[in-house]
């Protein structure tokens, strides 16, 4: 029995040691593997550090955009500002060139009131009845369209000239 025994155990000795080659021969064939696997892939640690790589370069642009369109906001507060200055300028500008334009057209509508109502006196001095309808003395005539010249400042452009010694009536 011992015999028996001994064969038995010695069974079980190479069966145990048969069962941890293979065990070990396992073992090597999955790291095998599992290292072929890996230099496909890359290495799992590698594959987290770019995940969070990538996580944070992604944080980090976010933020600069965030940073970007703050400055782009101050930029735009700014060129409003600038904006609304300038406007107002323009419109002051424009208000004193209107307010100028006004003071112009009223002078120019002086002017032009003045001038028809001196045309007017012209063409009534003109048509004036001289001295060969029977409105006296040619002499007296001159004298009085003399002294309307006299005074007003366009006498040399009138086609008539005063009697010499006309001057010295009308200062009188």
């Known amino acids: 029995m011992l015999e028996y025994l001994s064969v038995r155990i010695n069974v079980f000795y190479v069966t145990a040691i048969l069962l941890a080659f293979l065990a070990a021969v396992l073992v090597v064939v999955f790291i095998a593997t599992k290292v072929l696997r890996m230099r496909e892939r890359g290495p799992r640690f590698a594959s987290t550090r770019n995940a969070q790589n990538d996580l944070t370069n992604t944080m980090i642009m976010f933020q600069t955009m965030r940073d970007i369109l703050e400055q782009q906001k101050d930029l735009a507060r700014q060129l409003n500002v600038s904006l609304d200055k300038k406007v107002r300028y323009i419109k002051t ?19 032009a009131d003045e001038l028809t109502a001196a045309k007017a006196e012209l063409a009534a001095l003109r048509t004036d009845p001289g001295p060969a309808a029977g409105g006296g003395d040619h002499r007296t005539h001159s004298r009085q369209v003399a002294c309307v010249g006299a005074f007003w400042p366009a006498r040399d452009v009138l086609p008539f000239r005063a009697q010499p010694g006309c001057d010295a009536d009308c200062e009188s």
């Open 93 to 111: 500008v424009v208000d004193t060139a209107l307010d100028d334009l006004r003071e112009m057209r009223e002078t120019a509508r002086g002017l």
